[in-house]
């Protein structure tokens, strides 16, 4: 069969020109992360489950992923021909947003409008420091073009799009050969159709700029909101389309037959074509990948309420989780820039396995939120770094075995008490001082971070399990803990590729909205029309899908007067226009009180947006292979730790796999894995559950 690839403005979705097998053999899961890409395999029919890290490929991150592939071929024996679906996420969109990587670009917008960009919402980034200032717009301004058009705030035609005036922009703007081009007009979400004019014709004068416009990008007011994300989705395509062909190419090459999945910020899969035209929606794929295993992990041992913390090479992930729900926000902040999109709602912070402990400015020990990355990554990595990270730390205090990754690395202690021997004499200290100061500038960090999800916003941490992975979650996971007042740590299977396999669990969803400002009161037809148009849209797509799936509908409102909404759940879908409006009032005076303290039911309240989002869930991904069936030796072997700057411990080497069921390992201690080490501080136990998660539990 002879395929040929369209990017990225065809119509024809590039992935239904695969012939579709219906069997299910090998799904395969591949996270690219900034040190390490975490790969995934499940045989549906066996049970069977790998799982591996090997080093990232930042200047091309899909050679990393060829290169997993290769590894589970030839090392794992991993049929990677009989692979049927492959899910991925990544931080391609991320990186070229901090690297300003991205596409030359135009802007088509509204006349008067071209400076928004600049203008945006006139508030400072941080309040309390007077240079701090958002970044600069992506596109420079003599690259704005304005047409003269305007469409009304209730979607009526005040001012003609002509044909001549079309053709002027079309011709201004090929004069400036863009990349991409980005249409952008008041009040488009309500009437779109001078933006597919300006679309039909654009794409006839520039056939190979990608195009976006922004009642297909998102479909909200709000008009800076919605004209930054139009843009950054812009700029992004370029990028994008070329990581995803890349990405497709060695799917194909390996597996012709394979469906392949792009995680989305929200949490859920979409295919290639949607990441090529939206490639915004990615943003955030890795850390939402890692809150959906997260989940599904704490689901087995029946916790509901869990704190996430996914350390990484470069920076921790944090977020809230209750009833078992994926946290979702929908405008959120990426390298500086707004974005009004569904989001996996988390928190970042500069704390990682390669974060650079360094004397700051101030004359004191600060760590991140610069980063040694993968390349030449720590200095125990022996790859030519010399700066002291916080691996290197780790590994001097003994936390850390000097092999990791199944063996496939090597640290170098002595290199790493070299880099750190800087530092410790600044300070007048041992390097295990310093080592044991950095650590605890490190959890610190991530402690402001939870807070920051929870406390902040009215949640009592204490009332949570904390859930590390990552390949470093387990190390500082109880000092976050005894920090917060948390009592409980749970640590998944395969905590350091947990975002991999949680690519595996992610469901595939769509989003559908609809946006009218419109009171909960008289006449609500308009509403009634909408959830119809919202309903329509969710079943087509629906009914393209291998599985049968499910809507959750949810509404955005707010009391008239108020600048912002609150999200909330519709349990009956749209049926509730109109006749359960009283309910849905009383659930929106409920979640107001929750938010901020109080609530007027006296106060009229108003509805700004209909969202409908489609779901098709994601087969369980359980292994044969019974958890806890390994045979414990009769004593653990042990080494020195350093678990203060005192003096060290000897404690317990567990080897996780030889763990059994109902097995309780008392701190100090150290569990071991391919993928991840976990530390066990002395007042501590850890027992191997049914499920394969380690509980640890504070003892005194």
Known sequence: MVWKKRWPNSAQSVQAQRPVRYKFMWQVGVDVGGTFTDVFAFERQSGRLVSHKVPSTPHDPSVAISNALTLLKERFAVEVEGMDQFCHGTTVATNALIQRKG????????????????????????????????????????????????????????????????????????????????????????????EQRLRSALEERLPGADLSTSHEVQPVFREFERFSTTVLNTYLQPVMSRYIHAVDGIITHHAPEAEIGINQSSGGLMTVDQAARFPVRTALSGPAAGVVGAIEAASRSDVQAIITLDVGGTSTD?????????????????????????????????????????????GLMQVGPLSAGADPGAACYGKGGTLPTVTDANLVLGRLPEEIAGGDMHLDTGLARTALDAIARHFDVSVEEAAVGALRIVASNMVRAIRAVSVERGHDPRQAVLVPYGGAGGLHAIEVAEALGVTQVLVPPDPGILCARGL??????????????????????VLTEMGQGLTGQAEDWLSGQRRPGTTEASADMRYVGQNYELTIDMPNGFK????????????????????????????????????LTARVPAEPVDGAQAPGQGKAPASWPERHIWFTAEASESAKIVQREQMTTGESVKGPAVIEQADATTLVWPGWSAVLDAAGNVMLEKTS
């Open 318 to 362: 944090v977020a809230l989780v209750r009833d078992a729900a994926v946290p979702l926000s929908f405008a959120r902040h990426v390298a500086g820039f707004p974005i009004r999109l569904p989001s996996v709602d988390v928190n970042a912070v500069g704390a990682g396995g390669g974060s650079l402990i360094e004397v700051g400015p101030d």
């Open 504 to 525: 595996m669990v992610a469901d595939r969803s769509e989003v559908f909205l609809a946006t009218r400002r419109t009171r909960l009161e008289g006449d609500l037809s």
């Open 576 to 611: 509730w226009l109109p006749e359960e409006l009283d309910s849905i009032k009383q659930l929106f005076h409920a979640e107001h009180e929750r938010a901020y303290g109080h609530a007027d039911p006296s106060m009229p309240i108003e509805l700004v947006s209909l969202r």
């Open 103 to 194: 596409g030359r670009i135009t802007l088509v917008t509204t006349g008067g409008f071209k400076d928004l960009l600049t203008i945006g919402r006139q508030v400072r980034p941080l309040i309390y420091d007077l240079q701090a200032d958002y970044p600069d717009p992506l596109i420079p301004t003599e690259h704005r073009v304005e047409v003269h058009e305007r469409i009304g705030p209730k979607g009526e035609v005040l001012h003609e799009l002509t044909d001549a005036e079309i053709e002027r922009v079309a011709g201004e703007v090929a004069a400036l050969q863009p990349d991409g081009v980005a249409i952008c007009l008041l009040f488009a979400f309500l009437n779109p159709s001078h």
